[in-house]
């Protein structure tokens, strides 16, 4: 069996408002990394990628309200490696496992 391996690129803005800013941190909001994640694997699977499993994530910059993400996607046979950056600074990045939900990206 030949490994398929396939990029894609994707774009995110961070909401400007979510209830969860007002208590991380008040004067101050980040977004915190579980919705972070959350957003990410909503925006995945409008892409056709189902995550159900997050092996590994590591946060390396913070992320505000407004900001502009770029997304690098590497899927290969199931697996997925998700890199994320604002204005090309690393803010995140994540392996997961997924399964395909439509021939979207086959």
Known sequence: ??????????????????????????????VPGALLLRWII???????????????????????PGDQLQLQVTANNGSLTVEIFCANTPVAKAQCLYHQTDAHHA
């Not at 894609?8 to 909001?29: K, Q």
Request: net charge neutral; glycine share 4%; aromatic share 12%.
């Open 42 to 64: 909503e925006l995945l699977k409008q892409e056709s990628f189902a995550v159900h499993l997050i092996k590994q994530c590591k946060f390396l910059h913070i992320v505000k």
């Open 1 to 30: 069996m030949t490994d398929k391996v396939a990029q894609y690129t994707l774009t995110f803005s961070v909401p400007e408002d979510h209830p969860s800013y007002a208590g991380h941190f008040p004067g101050n909001p980040l």
